[in-house]
């Protein structure tokens, strides 16, 4: 079956490094994804990590990728309190000829200066 | 172009009236999408176009609701006999066929009272 499990609660202080952790279950997903959901907005694509790397960097984030464990996280450097929001992570499942994506239920994440 | 809009933003409603929702994607794309979001939950699949085509429908998609691509450009999503259960923000995401990015509209949230 197809389903995404993340914590649901991160709290860190400005300054530090977060991690947020994920696990899916679909081993054909082709590509994984973390977007941003701040509050009355829409989601914002953060980055996403082909299933075939095991990590991919772009600025202050860090995607690491397990495909054996089915883990994905990611990585915020230098958090900041502009950085609070939910972050969803997400799997592709490709149907017959697009792709629907598979989301968690999101980790809230508290940035405290 | 300045992304995906929807439309209207917010819908107040009361439980047995028909809503329809818009969505306009990036005017380049030739895939939409409609996924469903409530409370504390990530976005849901509902259904997927590729141009006019609907190719795609998540068993979530009752037969109270049907969506549209009449000209392969914006789409409607019509929910009819509305019931508490359908409060939700209904998100619209647009992308390039061959491209992994799905680009998510502000959403419109709905309330059936």
């Known amino acids: 079956g197809e389903d995404v499990e993340q914590s649901l609660f991160l709290s860190v202080r400005e300054g530090d490094s977060s991690v947020i952790n994920c696990t899916y279950t679909d081993s054909s997903s082709t590509y994984l994804y973390w977007y941003k959901q701040e509050p009355g907005a829409g989601l914002q694509l953060l980055t996403y990590?082909?299933?075939?790397?095991d990590m991919k960097q772009d600025q202050r984030l860090t995607v690491l990728l397990n495909k054996k464990d089915k883990h994905l996280s990611l990585r915020i450097a230098d958090t900041q309190t502009g950085d609070s929001a939910i972050y969803f992570c997400?799997?592709?499942?490709?149907?017959?000829?697009?792709?629907?994506?598979?989301f968690g239920k999101g980790t809230t994440l508290s940035v405290s200066s | 172009d300045t992304g995906v809009s929807q439309d209207p933003r917010h819908k107040i409603t009361k439980r047995g009236q028909n809503v329809t929702f818009r969505c306009d994607p990036i005017?380049?794309?030739?895939?939409l999408y409609w996924y469903r979001q409530t409370l504390g939950q990530g976005p849901e699949f509902l259904t997927y176009f590729q141009n006019e085509a609907q190719l795609e429908k998540s068993r979530l998609l009752s037969d109270r609701f049907s969506a549209e691509r009449p000209k392969g450009s914006f789409s409607t999503l019509e929910i009819q006999r509305t019931e508490q259960g359908d409060s939700a923000m209904y998100l619209c995401?647009?992308?390039?066929?061959?491209?992994?990015?799905?680009?998510f509209g502000p959403g419109t949230r709905l309330t059936v009272l």
């Open positions: 990590i082909f299933s075939n790397m």
């Open positions: 997400a799997e592709s499942i490709r149907g017959q000829a697009g792709t629907a994506l598979i």
């Open positions: 005017s380049e794309h030739n895939r």
């Open positions: 995401a647009s992308s390039w066929e061959g491209d992994n990015e799905q680009f």
